[in-house]
């Protein structure tokens, strides 16, 4: 969760409960916090801000009345080994539980309000991702909009967007579809509101949680929402059955409708019959293309094995001629199966390779999971509340076409005259 709280000082003591009520209900692992207000980091009151749960944490004091930031996390999902403390962010690296292998950067970022000094710490930004490897998330207040759609009124200096809009590009991030409400700030007239808060994300975070979900909760008691970061997404449909072209190459798809036919003791009703059918050619064929997949696994990871004893042979003592054959052989079976993958990802994407026979798996790859984050439908406004609940989405969508489709006439019109054909 990120949060700007405007002043985390034990003055506002409804403040601080109200954050971690937050993060209680939300089930926050992470909490990243700007504008502490609080020049000695021992000032801020950690513990209130969390709970009574274990938690680690790192703190910037303030310049004044102006910046500080806090990130405290959990310290049984996020394993700090690096972290690096600015006036304007705070980056922790370090590996998650779960996923120990990749090294994750979090940076709680917050801007300044001068534009010269926000084009200053977007190059800092982008030297510092070219530092440290891993995948990355910026998080946090950047106090700079994207469009000028981002303000209401309608207004944004391009001049300053601009290098915004850069640093995003050239630093390889993407930004997740933001629900709850349309702007993160509102002045404390109500006649200003602007979407300054954001999470960016790169684009191996983006693969991996294509269907992540950013929310904007509702302000209480600062001038901006909070904004919530959830992986695990509830489906509000079941997953599309789908026929392959690739499996049209396997012969043994024939086999399995063949022997699908057969549904029992049929009824009266034609209709119904087709129906049964159908649904157990759909079964059938799910089984068969789980033990296909099977198969083409242990027959890759037989093949690679294969290939790798030979050439470590040859390292040694040369390459014979039977193992020349049985090296060619198992390439080109490994290349048939990456060809039938491949191929069911450019049906996906629907999108056509330029050039013939270059099977690019990561272009595929990245193209499919941008159109899940475009397509995602993460929640519906309802009566001026955010709801995400999968049954009551399903539910407000079926009542809106429902009243669309719905027949308001009492008394429709007559044809009188009788020389219409029935």
């Not at 710490?121 to 990355?136: A, H, Q, R, T």
């Not at 270059?358 to 709801?387: T, V, Y």
Request: hydrophobic content about 40%; glycine content about 8%; some cysteine.
């Amino acid at each position: 969760m990120s949060i700007n709280c405007r002043g985390a000082g034990t003055r506002g003591i409804n403040k601080l409960k109200w954050i971690r009520g937050l993060r209680r209900t939300n089930n926050i692992n992470l909490l990243c916090g700007q504008e502490s207000q609080l020049v000695n980091p021992l000032d801020i009151p950690l513990g209130n801000l969390w709970g009574n749960t274990p938690f680690e944490s790192s703190v910037v004091g303030s310049s004044g009345r102006s910046g500080g930031l806090f990130c405290i996390w959990d310290p049984s999902f996020f394993t700090l080994l690096h972290e690096v403390k600015h006036p304007n962010f705070i980056l922790l690296s370090g590996t998650w539980a779960g996923l120990d292998e990749v090294r994750f950067n979090f940076v709680n970022v917050y801007a300044s309000i001068n534009a010269y000094d926000r084009r200053n710490l977007w190059d800092e930004l982008i030297n510092l991702k070219s530092v440290y490897p891993g995948w990355w998330v910026f998080l946090g207040d950047f106090n700079e909009t994207r469009v000028k759609e981002d303000r209401l009124p309608v207004s944004g200096c391009d001049s300053d967007m601009a290098p915004f809009n850069n640093f995003i590009l050239m630093a390889g991030l993407f930004e997740y579809n933001m629900g709850g409400r349309r702007f993160t700030w509102m002045s404390d007239d109500g006649c200003h509101l602007s979407k300054i808060d954001r999470f960016l994300v790169c684009k191996n975070f983006l693969n991996k949680w294509p269907s992540g979900l950013v929310t904007a909760l509702p302000r209480i008691y600062p001038d901006h929402c909070p904004l919530v970061f959830s992986a695990n997404q509830a489906r509000l449909s079941p997953v599309p059955f789908k026929i392959f072209n690739s499996w049209l190459t396997c012969d043994s798809l024939a086999e399995v409708v063949i022997a699908s036919r057969s549904i029992g003791r049929p009824c009266s009703s034609k209709e119904l019959n087709l129906m049964r059918k159908l649904k157990k050619l759909k079964e059938d064929i799910k089984a068969w293309r789980l033990g296909i997949i099977s198969d083409e696994e242990e027959a890759l990871k037989k093949l690679t094995e294969t290939i790798n004893d030979i050439e470590i042979r040859a390292e040694v003592s040369g390459i014979s001629d039977v193992d020349k054959v049985v090296r060619d052989d198992s390439k080109i079976k490994v290349l048939e199966i990456n060809l039938r993958k491949n191929l069911d990802l450019r049906q996906k994407t629907k999108v056509r390779w330029d050039v013939e026979g270059d099977e690019n798996s990561k272009f595929f790859h990245g193209f499919i999971n941008g159109n899940i984050k475009r397509s995602r439908i993460n929640g519906i406004s309802s009566n001026g509340c955010w709801e995400t609940d999968p049954g009551v989405v399903k539910d407000r969508f079926f009542k809106f076409f429902a009243e669309k489709f719905d027949d308001h006439t009492l008394e429709k019109p007559k044809l009188r005259n009788g020389f219409f054909k029935k």
